[in-house]
């Protein structure tokens, strides 16, 4: 990640600004989050039973996609702001879960900053749009409106 002034990052308002690494969703990395969500729904943590269902086997909590996206960002080549002392997340202003996300799959995020604006002296707010792509599929497990302060 490279880290550029705050008006070279606004110049970016309405252009993609990175792709993060491919991540794979196994099933163990959804047992934990049903068990640390205690959404222990079958569809997500009983294989056998999962088969029989149209998506024929376990699928990621839409919550699990949604609560990768710091991690996504983490591991993208997004630039950052030069100074950043912290970021916090914000909230979102829409989530949409478009397609399930099949145990074994592996997903990765396209990030296009929306909008990024002063708040206060030394503090941002930086909106950003995240679409969430499965390997080898057309259409995205999600698609994200995500809000983080920026504090210089």
């Not at 640390?36 to 079958?42: E, K, L, N, P, R």
């Not at 149209?54 to 919550?63: E, Q, S, V, Y």
């Not at 996206?69 to 080549?77: A, C, I, Q």
């Not at 929306?114 to 497990?141: C, M």
């Amino acid at each position: 990640m490279a880290a550029i002034s705050i008006e070279a990052y606004k110049a970016k308002v309405g252009e993609e600004i990175g792709v993060s690494e491919w991540l794979s969703i196994d099933q163990a990395r959804i047992d934990a989050f049903a068990d640390a969500t205690g959404d222990h729904q079958f569809i997500h943590v009983n294989p056998e039973m999962a088969k029989f269902t149209p998506m024929g086997g376990t699928i990621a909590h839409g919550f699990l996609i949604l609560s990768l996206l710091g991690l996504l960002r983490e591991t993208s080549d997004c630039p950052t702001v030069e100074g950043v002392r912290m970021a916090l997340n914000y909230g979102g202003n829409r989530v949409r879960f478009l397609t399930p996300v099949r145990s074994g799959s592996r997903i990765r995020g396209r990030f296009r900053l929306v909008d990024f604006a002063e708040k206060g002296p030394g503090r941002y707010q930086e909106t950003s749009e995240l679409t969430v792509e499965i390997e080898g599929q057309d259409k995205p497990a999600m698609i994200a409106e995500w809000i983080v302060q920026i504090f210089l």
